[in-house]
């Protein structure tokens, strides 16, 4: 075989592994009842419930912050996230959590918040925020 024809080959070899790869560590959306039912990572959408206390002390541990979320089919949990605490988190309209269920508790590793504009109405602003560890189960 020629050498381009080789190369060609191992081209389309890694092309190949790269969409595989891709395409199995996306997770799907669902909600808090969907994450009990399956070990795999599960992106849920809902709301913050701000009449639920949300815990965070830094200087007890800086990579420990929990809420209470309610998604979409109104069934409310709490979440736990191995991060700081997102700035204007309370003034999230909208929370999309990534992460799986350990327990009764959702345990995020990503958290997407839409906030209100602080400019105008018409404009949306995400703020995409990753944990930098993850929690202890």
């Known amino acids: 075989m020629k050498k381009g024809a080789i ?4 081209v389309i070899a890694v092309a190949i592994a790269v ?3 891709v395409y199995s560590s996306s997770s799907s959306y669902g909600s808090f009842n969907d994450a009990k039912k399956t070990a795999e990572e ?3 959408v809902g709301h913050l419930d701000k009449q639920k206390e949300l815990y965070y002390d830094a200087a007890k541990d800086a990579n420990y912050f929990s809420f209470y979320v309610k998604d979409k089919q ?3 949990c709490k ?3 191995g ?9 999230s309209e909208q929370i999309v959590l990534t992460g799986q269920m350990v327990g009764n508790e959702f345990h995020a590793s990503e958290i997407l918040m839409k906030c209100p504009s602080k400019y105008t109405q018409d404009k949306i602003e995400l703020t ?3 944990a930098k560890k993850p929690v202890n189960i």
Do not use: M, W
Request: glycine letters at 10%.
């Open 7 to 10: 190369f060609g080959l191992v």
């Open 19 to 21: 969409i595989i790869s």
């Open 42 to 44: 599960l992106r849920v």
């Open 74 to 76: 109104g069934e409310e």
């Open 79 to 81: 979440v736990v996230y």
């Open 83 to 91: 991060g700081t605490k997102p700035q204007d988190f309370e003034r």
């Open 128 to 130: 995409d925020v990753k």
